[in-house]
T-cell receptor, first 118, second 113 residues
Framework: DTGVSQNPRHKITKRGQNVTFRCDPI?????LYWYRQTLGQGPEFLTY????????KSRLLSDRFSAERPKGSFSTLEIQRTEQGDSAMYLC????????????????FGSGTRLTVV | QQQVKQSPQSLIVQKGGISIINCAYE??????FPWYQQFPGKGPALLIA?????SEKKEGRFTISFNKSAKQFSLHIMDSQPGDSATYFC????????????FGTGTSLTVIP
């Protein structure tokens, strides 16, 4: 399977607990993104990496959220002291560095990790 | 503030009909406009995309129409099929000045056999 892989697919946690999600991007993709999607909404940008460098973070990414991509390959997203408002689908995506002329360019998304905070 | 506004929220079309989804944006710096298709339990998948130097792009049954002066773009699905039933998202980005896509709120399409 050469797609973007996310684990776990589902996570139920109690409020206040810490959770960590993992994303394995397409191997030749330099860029890796984290998005959050709530019911009935489009994905919202959280952060992105180019290789191992985290280059941009959204204001949505509070201090409780941290993301890493230690060797420029897989990435982890950790949420500390989870709150009920953190319940959402967390999507990882990857892409190449530059779009090709004439070709469709865009992210390849994983199937996401659905987080439920009870 | 929603960077990309999408309508309608839901759409029901008969098999064989044309599905039309519309999006509008304000930021004139956007230079890339993809459409994504999402099935339940799956991540969004890239369907088709357009740059503002062309007014239309067609791939199979899917066509994007782009109106730069009106800052609007739309997805047309010709000969809609039940398998097209999914949620569709438009998005916009300034590919070389930024790295995030701004997504619309989605359109739930149901194609009735």
């Amino acid at each position: 399977d050469t797609g973007v892989s996310q684990n776990p697919r589902h996570k139920i946690t109690k409020r206040g607990q810490n959770v960590t999600f993992r994303c394995d991007p397409i191997s030749e993709h330099n860029r890796l993104y984290w998005y959050r999607q709530t019911l009935g909404q489009g994905p919202e940008f959280l952060t992105y990496f180019q290789n191992e460098a985290q280059l941009e973070k959204s204001r949505l990414l509070s201090d409780r959220f941290s993301a890493e991509r230690p060797k420029g390959s897989f990435s982890t997203l950790e949420i500390q002291r989870t709150e009920q408002g953190d319940s959402a689908m967390y999507l990882c995506a990857s892409s190449t560095l530059r779009p090709g002329r004439g070709a469709n360019y865009g992210y390849t998304f994983g199937s996401g990790t659905r987080l439920t905070v009870v | 503030q929603q960077q990309v506004k999408q309508s309608p929220q839901s759409l029901i079309v008969q098999k064989g009909g044309i599905s039309i989804i519309n999006c509008a944006y304000e930021n004139t710096a956007f230079d890339y406009f993809p459409w994504y298709q999402q099935f339940p339990g799956k991540g969004p998948a890239l369907l088709i995309a357009i740059r503002p130097d062309v007014s239309e792009k067609k791939e199979g049954r899917f066509t994007i129409s782009f109106n730069k002066s009106a800052k609007q773009f739309s997805l047309h699905i010709m000969d809609s099929q039940p398998g097209d039933s999914a949620t569709y998202f438009c998005a916009a980005s300034n590919l070389f000045a930024g790295n995030q896509f701004y997504f619309g709120t989605g359109t739930s399409l149901t194609v009735i056999p």
